[in-house]
């Protein structure tokens, strides 16, 4: 038998002329397991699979250090763990989307443009059994080599940021006016719509910005000849603001809150 870690078992006699092999900590993984006969002859049998107690433990959430490789998680195989890297400029990297676990994870970090070097950032890496070939790529500044079969291997998973406080529909009043206020955020950019109570058309804004840093808000709303801006601050759930049209004070109050 040999084991996700690339580790051989083997047994031929254990009761009378039957076989048995019996790990103590199995690993989670990919088994391959072997059986012949003495002679050159084949013979009926049956093959048993058997599990004894055992806690299954709950997947890694902490963010682990920077190991170097991943040689040493070959006995977590279809596990997902957080590390935090540093781009590395220099380093042996085998493979493209999946890479060897001897691969240096800051470098091919840095191949599957998650990082850059010198940055540091946490990535999210899957633990995978070992490949038959590995193709080498260039990517992001980075060539990594073609391979032959190996026993370990990983691939990142991009880790999906959080969304916005902002994001979301909001009841809001501009001066007295009611009306919902949608924020979207898509990964990358805002977007946006108010659909005033009296009129229940939707209105698309535009140059929807927010920043998470300092909760600052900022769109334009078209009306008949002219562009309505629109600023204000994000504070847990309430907005304030001032509006007018652009290029002139701002000397009206809205407000949104859910």
């Known amino acids: 038998m040999n084991d996700p870690s690339g580790q051989w078992h083997f047994n031929d006699d254990d009761g009378g002329l039957n076989s048995r092999l019996r790990l103590p900590t199995a ?29 299954p433990q709950p997947p890694t959430t902490s963010v682990l250090p920077d190991p170097g490789n991943l040689t040493g998680f070959r006995n977590r195989v279809g ?3 957080l590390f935090q890297v540093t781009g590395a400029s220099g380093g042996s990297v085998w493979g493209t989307n999946i890479y060897t676990d001897d691969s240096t994870l800051s ?6 443009g998650l990082v850059q070097v010198g940055q540091s950032s946490v990535v999210q890496v899957t633990i995978l059994p070992g490949q038959q070939s590995y ?18 291997s990983y691939s990142f998973v991009p880790i999906a940021p959080p969304t916005p406080t902002a994001a979301g529909s909001w009841r809001a009043n501009f001066n007295g006016w009611a009306a919902t206020l949608e924020l979207d955020w898509n990964g990358s950019t805002w977007s946006g719509a108010l659909t005033f109570d009296g009129t229940s058309t939707r209105e698309a804004l535009s140059d929807v910005r927010v920043d998470p ?3 600052a808000i900022s769109f334009t709303r078209s009306v008949p000849g002219a562009q309505m801006a629109m600023q204000g ?6 907005i304030n603001g001032q509006y007018g049209l652009v290029n002139t004070p701002l000397s009206l109050s809205w407000s949104a809150s859910r």
């Open 27 to 55: 690993r989670a993984g990919q088994y391959d397991i072997w059986v012949g006969t003495y002679a050159a002859q084949t013979c009926q049998a049956t093959l048993v699979l058997e599990t004894f107690g055992g806690t």
């Open 79 to 81: 596990q997902t763990l």
């Open 107 to 112: 470098r091919a970090a840095v191949h599957a």
């Open 135 to 152: 193709a080498g790529s260039t990517s992001n500044g980075v060539t990594t080599s073609n391979y032959g079969q190996w026993t370990g």
């Open 213 to 215: 840093a300092s909760g």
């Open 233 to 238: 601050f994000v504070n847990g759930n309430a």
